[in-house]
């Protein structure tokens, strides 16, 4: 996850006035319970939050107090105060010093101060606020668990970029250390409709909610009120949702609340949990009725484990699962998003004889409009026979002697799976051997979710050039891109340990063989799980002409498996096992020819062909083609 957390803008500020007097049951009584709010602080002074301060409220970021400066704060505040009167609120401001009003930012070291404060103060619920543009720390998640053992709500808002899946902080929530007591607010419109800015469930459908997200009046520092909209402001409506429940029926625990708003939301979108709406919309007047007459105290039927398969799987327990809901991850080598996958590259000279590699990113096949990644990387000379390599997200690890002219060549057949090189932070060590060898070590990490090494051995002549190499890659949070709702240990994360090899053998001066193939052995971290170990493999051959048809044109015929389980087995109910292995086998035939049109400018045209598609037997052929012109800066 990025270092810096931001939360989300307060929007649509159309209108000014005077909020009413605060409640005549502001003062706590013995019921009360404590709301932390983690945010910006909040303005003390203002007629909404007058007596309504926990003691311990504090400025875990800093010594300047928990004034708020940027106004997020003081109106999420302000909307638990009004929603739920009896409520303390423990205000945590941990803003980034000097980064509010401007764009507020929060550090993960104080998200985990505050986390860690409000359990301190036995909060009995969290409100968070705030998103991020990457993914959690193994510390920040620590804190979140820590939070929702103590017995507190979490309340965490999806965010507001309208995409499929919660931002995180809010993603983690499915994870199941903290699902059953923490909730995904999303925002509706006055109409009772997701708010389309709003963040859908997606994974987090189990523990997603609504609540009006859209011009909520809520304080202003200073005085007076303003209209904001946004995920920010459905959140502590939720979170004094949980708190009038606890307050107003004292026998409820914590979790027995969050379920009870579950089962009593208005739904809003299909029945049942949804991918879009979740449970649907809050309705507290339902809940606190439901609460009040003991209709809470009902038995729920368990669901059915659910379980996301890897593309790598096929359609491997396609029956016979014993209960288990088995559903496909998207084939993201699909010809649908074939778009704009060619990468904009340059190599310059840098500093003492190095090359700086920079680019736009590249945008992946069966990801359409999705924003490039930026790319970087450094090769250095360290000495007359070693060289050291860095690199950025997305870049190439750009030890081999060959430049990454090839990137964009091919569209569907340049990448061998999960154990080939992938859009990762590198560093890379080559050291030459003597007689042609070559010995080369590489660590590579993935926004906290992949992680592995690689040892490798290159040995280069007029023969050709071939590799031959060992790895590991750590997963997190999934097993070869497959993921469960906690039953089957999924979520504990992968080791996977492979064999590589690669050979470019000349023909003559214009023409070139190239063959590479990965077996690898994968199992679940911690073991004993019903999942057992899988051996995939993935391999391709090509051949490549220079001057086919131009004398400064190329072309590559490749045919290549992506990586396909080739065995394993998972433990069913009642003593059963059940084959992991697809009934099918994909391959994939591509046929690209490039030319250069200008210094700048190549015009590049591609033909696939896919044969049993996905792994999965009797799938007719998937053909496709592509023109595209690919620019250099």
């Known amino acids: 996850m990025s270092n810096r957390m931001i939360a989300p803008a307060l929007a649509a500020m159309l209108l000014a ?33 007058w007596g309504r301060l926990a003691e311990g409220s504090a400025n875990v970021a800093g010594p300047a107090g928990i004034g708020d400066v940027a106004g997020h704060g003081t109106a999420v ?25 401007a764009r507020c930012s929060f550090r993960e070291a104080e998200l985990i101060r505050a986390i860690d404060h409000a359990i301190g103060q036995q909060a009995d619920v969290i409100n968070l606020s705030i998103q991020s543009s990457g993914r959690l720390s193994k510390r920040l998640k620590k804190a979140l668990v820590r939070a929702v053992a103590s017995g ?25 250390k903290l699902r059953q007591n923490a909730i ?27 609540a009006p997200g859209v011009g909520i009046e809520a304080a202003r520092p200073g005085g007076g009120t303003w209209l904001v909209s946004g995920t920010s402001f459905a959140a502590p409506q939720i979170s004094a949702a949980v708190s009038r429940l606890l307050g107003e029926v004292p026998e409820l625990t914590s979790r027995e609340a969050v379920a009870l708003l579950f089962a009593t939301a208005r739904d809003i979108g299909r029945a049942g949990p949804d991918r879009r709406t979740g449970h649907g919309e809050l309705d507290i007047e339902a809940a606190l009725a439901a609460a009040r007459e003991g209709g809470w105290r009902v038995s729920v039927a368990a669901a059915p484990a659910r379980l996301l398969l890897g593309p790598a799987f096929g359609d491997a327990l396609a029956t016979g699962t014993g209960g288990l809901e088995v559903s496909r991850a998207a ?26 590699f920079l680019g736009s990113g590249d945008e992946r096949a069966g ?12 090769l250095m000379p360290a000495g007359t026979a070693t060289r050291l390599a860095l690199a950025a997200t997305g870049a190439p690890a750009l030890l081999d002697e060959d430049p990454p002219g090839r990137a964009g060549q091919t569209l569907l057949t340049g990448e061998a799976g999960l154990f080939e090189d992938r859009g990762a932070a590198r560093l890379g060590l080559a050291r030459e051997l003597g007689g042609g060898l070559e010995a080369r070590l590489g660590l590579a990490g993935e926004g906290g979710t992949l992680a592995g090494g690689t040892a490798d051995l290159v040995a280069a002549g ?8 060992i790895g590991l890659v750590d997963e997190d949070e999934s097993f070869l891109g497959s993921r469960d709702d906690g039953g089957l240990g999924l979520d504990a994360g992968a080791r996977s340990r492979f064999v590589r090899a690669a050979a470019t053998l000349p023909l003559d001066g214009r023409t070139r063989l190239l063959a590479r193939g990965v077996v690898a052995r994968s199992e679940p971290r911690g073991g004993g799980g019903p999942m057992g170990a899988v051996v995939t493999s993935s391999f391709a051959l090509a051949v490549e002409r220079d001057g086919l048809l131009a004398p ?44 250069p049109l200008a210094q700048d400018v190549r015009l590049a045209v591609n033909a696939i062909a896919r044969t049993e598609p996905g792994h999965r037997a009797g799938v007719g052929p998937d053909l496709g083609g592509l023109v595209r012109l690919d620019l250099r800066f």
Not at 184 to 210: C, E, I, M, P, Q
Not at 462 to 469: D, S, T
Not at 560 to 587: I, K, T
């Open 77 to 101: 505040a302000s909307i638990v105060a009004r929603d739920d009167p009896d409520s303390r609120i423990l205000v945590l401001r941990a803003d980034t010093p000097d980064s509010c009003p």
């Open 184 to 210: 995904v607010a999303g925002a509706s419109t006055d109409h009772h409709a997701l708010a389309g800015f709003s963040n859908r469930a997606g994974k987090t459908r189990d523990n997603y909610l609504l």
């Open 152 to 176: 507190s709500v979490l309340v965490v808002a999806a965010g507001n970029g309208g995409a499929a899946q919660p931002a995180f902080p809010a993603r983690w929530v499915a994870h199941k």
């Open 331 to 356: 084939d993201e080598t699909g010809l649908d998003g074939l778009i704009g996958v060619a990468p904009e590259l340059a190599l310059v000279p840098g500093p003492g004889g190095s090359l700086l």
């Open 367 to 378: 990801s359409p409009g999705a924003a490039p990644v930026p790319q970087v990387a450094l």
């Open 552 to 595: 400064d044109d190329r072309f590559h015929a490749a045919l290549a498996q992506p990586m396909r389980v080739e065995s394993g087995v998972l433990e069913l109910a009642g003593g059963r096992r059940a084959g992991l292995e697809p009934s099918g086998r994909e391959l994939d035939l591509e046929l690209a020819w490039s030319r």
């Open 462 to 469: 007029r023969a050709g050039r071939f590799l031959l190499g």
């Open 17 to 49: 006035a005077v909020l009413p007097p605060p409640g005549a049951r502001a003062a706590m009584i013995g019921t009360a319970r404590t709301v932390a709010v983690i945010d910006t602080g909040a303005d003390a002074n203002h007629p909404a939050l």
